[in-house]
């Protein structure tokens, strides 16, 4: 592993199987364009919140149309804006290669909505997510020290990706999974 992994100790209580394995380090992430793929894909198909915080005008303003008064409250539909035809071709599907670099116009997706809204999973302009990059950096980490074990569903199981929204979006049938070391050959 390149960068600077840590080797686990040889009597880690993780398991016999991945004795030899490292710890993914942020270092080597650099190195994973398509793990950072996964991520932005699934934080656009499958975002956390699906509506930004309220925010309101504090004098009329009229938008295209549409009038929003002084004080009324604006909510944002993230996910209307993550899953728009206009901007996403076949956009229900989870296709990481969206977001990779160079093969597919969406490869630079503008997070902070300076440039362009196609993606609103952490907002946009001022009061946007200030720790997206935060968030970005440690689902990139966790998934990626998760991938050193194998997933599979309980026998019988399947993944059932159906959302439930709560004060953010969770499973509706949680994942039940066995997790296997996976053992170096
Ligand atoms: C996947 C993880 C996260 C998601 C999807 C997320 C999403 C959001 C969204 C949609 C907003 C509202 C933006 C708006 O109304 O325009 C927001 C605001 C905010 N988030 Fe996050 N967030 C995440 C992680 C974090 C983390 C890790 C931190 C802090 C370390 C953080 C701190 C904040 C704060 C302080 C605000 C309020 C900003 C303001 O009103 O000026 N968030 N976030």
Redesign the pocket.
């Known amino acids: 592993m390149p960068g600077g992994g840590r080797r686990l100790e040889e009597n880690s209580e993780i398991g016999e199987g991945i004795r030899e394995a490292e710890n993914i380090m942020e270092d080597d992430l650099q190195g994973m364009p398509y793990l950072k793929a996964v991520i932005m894909e699934s ?1 656009r198909r499958h ?3 699906y509506f ?2 309220p ?1 309101s005008v504090t004098e009329d303003v009229t938008i295209e149309k549409f009038l929003l008064p002084k004080g009324a409250k604006v909510r944002f539909s ?1 996910a209307d804006v993550n899953w728009d035809k206009k901007n996403w071709e076949e956009s229900m599907l989870f296709r990481p290669e969206r977001f990779m670099v160079g093969t597919d116009r969406n490869d630079e997706v503008d997070l902070t909505g300076s440039k362009e809204i196609k993606m609103l ?5 001022r ?6 990059v ?2 970005i950096l440690h ?1 990139e980490l966790f998934v990626a020290n998760l991938v050193e074990f194998l997933w599979k569903p309980e026998r019988g199981e399947e993944v059932d990706l159906s959302e439930k929204l709560e004060l953010t979006t969770i499973m509706k049938n949680p994942l039940r999974a066995q997790i296997i070391p996976r053992r170096k050959k």
Do not use: N, S
């Open positions: 934080l975002p956390p919140a930004a915080l925010h993230v999973t952490f907002g946009a302009g009061r946007m997510c200030p720790g997206y935060l968030a689902l």
